[in-house]
Structure formats: C-alpha cells, structure tokens
Nanobody
Framework: VQLQASGGGLVQTGGSLRLSCAAS????????MGWFRQAPGKEREFVAA????????DYTDSVKGRFAISRDNRQNMVYLQMNSLKPEDTAVYSC????????????????WGQGTQVTVSS
C-alpha cells in the first residue's frame, strides 16, 4: 500500500483545513486508517483513527470536537477535516494503515505516507 497525503498549508487561528490521503494498492478496505502528527522537537502523536468500514472513529483528546476523520473505500481515500485550528496544531500530518482498528500506537501502523505540513498562525 502506498499513501499520499495532501491538503496542508498555512491558516490563521480558528481556520479550517481538510487533509486527504490517497491510497494505492489492494485491499484498502481491509485496513484501519490513522492520522498522526509530529511537531518540531516533539515525538509523533496520534491524532485520529477510523475502522475498516468507517463506522467507528477515535481521536486524541486535544482534537475532539474540532477534527473529523472519514474515509471513502470506493475511492481509496481518507480525510481529516480540521476546524477551529490552533497554533498548537502546527505539525507535519501523516496518514497510515493498520491491520488493527482504532489503534493509538504508531507501531501498530505498517504503511505511512510522506506527510503534509500544517501551519497555524496566531
């Protein structure tokens, strides 16, 4: 599975962005999907996850109510809608696949995209 994330950019505090992750390869619908982020000087952090059929999602506490993860298995796409962005959301965001549903652990994810930069100005 190859993953390509896009949609990052520079936005002001309170703004919105929608990240996309395009997956190529077989059996996309067999994988749980997740978004992680890494800010400069910090460890990679779990952001959101969605199960194989899109019926269940999970989020880190700091983004609950602001971010929404979704997927389209017909198009092999995963999305992260980010609203009410804050400067502390600034990071490189990456999508990843997992044979486990809704895992918060990076080691549970096998394939990773290259990441897209999100910068939130104050």
């Amino acid at each position: 599975v190859q993953l390509q994330a896009s949609g990052g950019g520079l936005v002001q505090t309170g703004g919105s962005l929608r990240l996309s992750c395009a997956a190529s390869g077989r059996s996309f619908s067999n994988y749980g999907m997740g978004w992680f982020r890494q800010a400069p000087g910090k460890e990679r952090e779990f952001v959101a996850a969605i199960n194989q059929n899109g019926g269940s999602t999970d989020y880190t506490d700091s983004v609950k109510g602001r971010f929404a993860i979704s997927r389209d298995n017909r198009q092999n796409m995963v999305y992260l809608q980010m609203n009410s962005l804050k400067p502390e959301d600034t990071a490189v965001y990456s999508c990843a696949t997992s044979v486990f549903d809704l895992s918060h652990l990076a080691r549970a994810y096998r394939y990773w995209g290259q990441g897209t930069q999100v910068t939130v100005s104050s």
